[in-house]
Structures are given as C-alpha cells and as structure tokens.
C-alpha cells in the first residue's frame, strides 16, 4: 500500500495496478486502487486544443494536429 | 499544477462554448455515457450555456442505478442474517428495493457498512473470523479491478469468510444497446473516461465504424466535457466518426493492462439484466468458477423473486435518454433524494438526482 495526497488529505491506496508508480508521481485512485499516472504532456493539450484548431481552422483533414488518440 | 482545479477555469470554459456556438450548423445530439459528466454538465450549469441546436441525452452510466431489483432484495436479505456484515459503497445503501432499502435494515439493526474500498472488506473479514462478510460489488469497469483485487487478496490470504455479491456492468454493450433501440436518435457519444482507464479504446472503433457514430473519450472536469462536445460536433459537421480521446492525459489506447488482468483472472462476461433496460448480451461479469467460495450467488444459493418495478418511476426511460428527469410526474414530488422512488434520484451519478440538486427546475 501507498500514501497518497488528496488536496491535503493522506490516505492508503494499492499501486498493484500501477507498479510503475512513483514518489511524487499524480495518480488517479479509484475506491483505494491507484489506476493511472497523469500524463503531464498530454495534460496541457487541453489548454491549447482551441489554439491549434483556430490555427488549422481553413485546413480540410486537421485530424493529425488533434491530441492524440493514444 | 494539481491536474483539477485549472480544468475548471472559467474563462476558458466561455471559448470553448464560444467555438462550440461558431461550429454548429445544425441540431445534434449527444449523449455522454457516464454518470459523472451528467452531473459535471448539470452542476456546472454547461447544459444551459450550450447552444439550444445541441441536445444532452443522459446515458445509463450510473452503476448504482441499473443494479437489478432483485439483487438490491437479495443484498437486504443476506443483510438480515445475523452472521453476515453486509458492505457497499456509500450509495448503494439507500436504493430502494422491492420491500426495503439496505438503510433502513441497518436502521433496524443489520451490521451493514458503508466502506470506500472493497480491500477494506477482506481486512473486516479477517478481523471477524466467526462473521460472514459480503460486499455488494457494483460498478462498471472502473470499481471491477477493485473489487476483482479484493477476492484475490482474500484468497491469497486464506480468508473464507468473504464472498462478493456481483454486479458489473459492462459500457461498450450498453451503447450498442441504446444505439439499436428505435426510439433513441444520437448523433455521437461521449464515452467514459475512467471506465476506458481500464479497458482502453480498442472497443469503441468496431462500434464508431460500425453505427458511423463519433466517440469521444471524455474527462469530467467542465473543460474536459466542453472540449469532448467540440470534439464530437467537428467530426458530426465534417461527417466523420472516429474514435478520438480528450482525456488522454489518463487514458492510455490500450488501458491498463495490469488491471485487465485481474479482471480476466477473476471474472468472466455473462449476459447481464440493467435495471429499467433490460438484459443486455454480454454486458456484465460473473465470478469464475475458479474463485466460485468467493462468489456470494453461489455460496449463499436463495432465491428470491422477481418483484414489480414501482409503477410511478420512469427510470428506463430517464436512463435510455427517451425522457428527461423533469418531463417524470413525480419528479420533486413525491420523488426525492430523501424519499426516491427509483435509483437515478439516488446515486450521485443518477441524472435524476442531478438535475434536482443542480437545475433549479424542481419550483418551476
């Protein structure tokens, strides 16, 4: 078992579904499982999904700038 | 970073309805499958600032709700064995069964607990070792590894006293599912984000393919559903359907393998009932026989009868999208959280009960 921090409140998760878990690493815990690490690159495609299609905007297959779907 | 709060930014969230106003052309409907963007669309007031062309259908995504009548009666009836500590999740306790919910036996002295992990319930079982611990196991793939991990630790620990009540839901045949039904019309789908955390996406292409419908791989966060909407209505206005994923930041394409694994050690699909729809072919996991003195269907064999679904509650209907919680007659009448008449008033995923904490229709 590991401790995880939410927002300021440590409690025990598993990480035998997440052996590659590390200190300091975010994860999302589901009912006391660790389930998966953020992926902190992929985690800023949010905030600039809107720039990319603006900037593709007149472009017909703009799929290849979209986040990716793996 | 902290990964939450900046998926909330409000300014932000006005670009996003912004371009979502500048690309629609035409009316289009979409469901988002889960409970949890339900409520993040209606707590955060999303489905009011949409464009009034775009309608939100509201999938069977809640776990809580669709668990059958008659195993929600077989949970009460175990719970009223003196032997037996009878443990759930928070929700499941105040679902209405036919007679009883699982609160009110407690009320009436039943050992029924409300637990956060079902790891915590093999620790109760070895603590009470003259005691039978049953844990109502709900959920769709997310909560399955969970509570799948649980019987594994029970069984290497050598715990006999613990058994699981199952009832898992699988998402890929529900949506196949509310697809052919005729009296539903969706254009595109936002799928589950913590549900494809398990599975991955690799279900969702033959269903896009298939039905030519967009699927979107959704987050909860306000951000996360504005931009699986935008995602969905660029590929319906440029007439594609792929499978795409907003949520990539958690979702891997293959999901997570370890945890894939526990399910496949554990469980195995079966046709599974969803209460208000119906069986669906392959929709749900049994306990495998391998691990069958784990499997509280099997260990405690009675039988209970099927009992009629309250006559007032349009729950099948809330939960295919056919009908909005507030078109229901007794909706924030004699239907309540305090008094709810059908599970989707319950759960904290049920659209029901969303929309009466959160719309501000309940006076109207």
């Known amino acids: 078992m590991a401790k995880v921090l939410f927002g300021g409140i440590m409690k025990e998760a598993s990480l035998e579904m997440l052996p590659d878990a590390n200190i300091d690493d975010y994860v999302l815990v589901h009912v006391g499982v660790a389930i998966s690490k953020v992926d902190e690159e992929e985690a800023q495609k949010t905030f600039k999904y809107l720039e990319e299609i603006g900037e593709l905007g007149d472009l017909t297959d703009v799929d290849e700038y979209l986040p990716k779907t793996n | 970073m902290k990964y939450m709060s900046e998926y909330r930014d409000p300014e932000l969230a006005k670009k996003y309805l912004e371009e979502i106003k500048n690309t629609v052309s035409r009316p289009w409907s979409i469901m988002e499958v889960c409970g949890g963007q339900t409520h993040s669309l209606v707590k955060n007031g999303i489905i009011d600032m949409l464009p009034d062309s775009i309608t939100m259908i509201h999938g069977p995504g809640c776990p809580v709700c669709v668990t059958p009548l008659n195993l929600i009666d077989k949970a009460v009836y175990l719970a009223s064995e003196k032997e037996v500590i009878l443990c759930s999740f928070g929700d499941m306790l105040r679902v209405p069964g036919s007679q009883k919910s699982l609160l009110e036996v407690k009320a009436e002295g039943a050992d029924v607990r409300i637990l956060y992990s079902p790891l915590e319930?093999?620790?109760?079982?070895?603590?009470?070792?003259?005691?039978?611990?049953?844990?109502?196991?709900?959920?769709?793939?997310?909560?399955?590894?969970?509570?799948?991990?649980?019987?594994?630790?029970?069984?290497?620990?050598?715990?006999?006293?613990?058994?699981?009540?199952?009832?898992?839901?699988?998402?890929?045949?529900?949506?196949?599912?509310?697809?052919?039904?005729?009296?539903?019309?969706?254009?595109?789908?936002?799928?589950?984000?913590?549900?494809?955390?398990?599975?991955?996406?690799?279900?969702?292409?033959?269903?896009?393919?298939?039905?030519?419908?967009?699927?979107?791989?959704?987050?909860?966060?306000?951000?996360?559903?504005?931009?699986?909407?935008?995602?969905?209505?660029?590929?319906?206005?440029?007439?594609?359907?792929?499978?795409?994923?907003?949520?990539?930041?958690?979702?891997?394409?293959?999901?997570?393998?370890?945890?894939?694994?526990?399910?496949?050690?554990?469980?195995?699909?079966?046709?599974?009932?969803?209460?208000?729809?119906?069986?669906?072919?392959?929709?749900?996991?049994?306990?495998?026989?391998?691990?069958?003195?784990?499997?509280?269907?099997?260990?405690?064999?009675?039988?209970?009868?099927?009992?009629?679904?309250?006559?007032?509650?349009?729950?099948?209907?809330?939960?295919?999208?056919?009908?909005?919680?507030?078109?229901?007659?007794?909706?924030?009448?004699?239907?309540?959280?305090?008094?709810?008449?059908?599970?989707?008033?319950?759960?904290?995923?049920?659209?029901?009960?969303?929309?009466?904490?959160?719309?501000?229709?309940?006076?109207?």
């Open chain 2, 121 to 364: 319930a093999v620790k109760i079982a070895e603590d009470n070792p003259d005691r039978e611990v049953v844990f109502f196991a709900v959920g769709f793939e997310t909560t399955a590894p969970a509570n799948a991990l649980s019987v594994v630790h029970a069984h290497r620990r050598g715990v006999k006293n613990y058994s699981i009540l199952a009832s898992h839901v699988l998402v890929p045949p529900a949506i196949k599912a509310v697809i052919d039904d005729e009296e539903s019309k969706i254009d595109g789908f936002l799928a589950a984000g913590h549900v494809c955390t398990i599975m991955g996406n690799a279900e969702y292409h033959p269903i896009s393919a298939k039905y030519k419908v967009p699927i979107v791989v959704t987050g909860f966060e306000p951000l996360d559903v504005l931009q699986g909407i935008l995602m969905v209505i660029r590929q319906l206005e440029q007439s594609k359907s792929s499978v795409e994923n907003q949520y990539a930041r958690i979702v891997r394409e293959d999901g997570n393998l370890e945890a894939q694994k526990v399910i496949n050690e554990v469980f195995e699909v079966r046709n599974q009932m969803w209460r208000g729809i119906g069986e669906i072919p392959e929709s749900g996991y049994a306990v495998r026989e391998k691990y069958a003195e784990f499997d509280a269907a099997k260990k405690y064999n009675v039988t209970i009868d099927e009992a009629p679904e309250n006559p007032d509650c349009i729950s099948g209907q809330i939960m295919k999208g056919i009908k909005k919680p507030f078109e229901c007659s007794q909706f924030g009448k004699k239907c309540k959280p305090t008094n709810p008449l059908g599970a989707p008033m319950v759960s904290s995923e049920g659209a029901c009960a969303a929309y009466y904490h959160f719309s501000g229709l309940v006076e109207a």
